[in-house]
């Protein structure tokens, strides 16, 4: 009788083996990225809470008092322009074609969008994944790469959004929900990664927040390692796209309580003039 090969055998446990291993990775990768999620949604829901007794606001003063007959974009003074990531401040006056470009040449070409990938970097350099090579892992050649593909992740995804913006008139401003219910909010800021608002007011389904989870997710085909650059993983980039949009609508939808302790904290005066963003003042 003749036995089978050692050696074989070995090579064809050994490919078993790292083909287990890899879906156990992305499994956790995903359950990262979902507990992300719920762990930023849960912390905002607590500053909710612990600020609601130390703060109130005029009603006249609050965005999302529909009362109001014109919500005119965060100052520099309120101190929520600092994040200059978030979207802007919703009106009433539609926005145009150069209006939406305007908010995308901000976001994507000012001082902070070449900032915090440093940062993005840096933190993947020090957990990077295991499977990497040492080149994405060690020295000043690695942490180009990872700056590289920050730059080039943000920038397909803010492209990608814009482009569905204007083609199919979606309105890249997040309208808060005039709930004082901390759950409700938060199901809102959910629910508008999904649902938004087109140019003329009306819900529609939110293309464009797909369009630029789909673009920042896929562009990492041509940039990352073997092993990284195939569809499962690129759809895996695309759904923490997702989920950074919906955290992103979280921090919106809670602007009026954290802008006032930036205030306090002096955070506007700390911060350069360049890092506030220039929304269309008359959007």
């Known amino acids: ?107 994507n070409f000012g001082p902070q969008n070449f900032i915090l990938p440093a940062f993005g970097a840096g933190f993947s350099m020090l957990h990077p994944p295991p499977l990497y090579p040492r080149e994405w892992k060690d020295g000043g050649g690695a942490f180009g790469r990872w700056y590289g593909e920050q730059i080039v992740t943000s920038t397909s995804n803010r492209t990608g959004r814009l482009l569905a913006q204007v083609a199919l008139r979606e309105d890249p401003r997040y309208v808060p929900s005039g709930s004082n219910n901390a759950f409700i909010r938060v199901a809102h800021a959910v629910a508008f990664t999904f649902v938004d608002k087109t140019d003329s007011g009306h819900n529609t389904f939110a293309f464009s927040n797909f369009a630029g989870a789909a673009a920042g997710g896929f562009v990492g085909m041509g940039l990352l390692p073997n092993g990284y650059n195939n569809a499962t993983h690129a759809e895996q980039r695309a759904l923490r796209g997702l989920g950074t949009v919906a955290v992103r609508n979280i921090v919106t939808e809670f602007r009026p309580e954290w802008a006032p302790v930036l205030r306090k904290i002096h955070i506007p005066r700390i911060l350069p003039e360049w890092w506030t963003p220039k929304h269309p003042q008359h959007p």
């Open 1 to 107: 009788m003749l036995e089978p090969k050692k050696g074989t055998i070995g090579a064809v446990d050994g490919g078993t083996n790292t083909k287990t291993n890899t879906r156990n990775q992305e499994s956790r990768s995903f359950g990262k990225t979902i507990g992300t999620v719920l762990a930023a949604a849960l912390l905002l829901i607590c500053s909710k809470l612990m600020l609601a007794q130390a703060q109130t606001s005029a009603p006249a003063q609050n965005p999302r008092d529909s009362s109001s007959s014109e919500q005119a974009p965060v100052s520099r003074e309120s101190g929520s322009g600092v994040i200059a990531l978030l979207p802007p401040a919703v009106s009433h006056k539609r926005l145009t074609p150069k209006d939406k470009f305007q908010i995308y040449a901000h976001q």
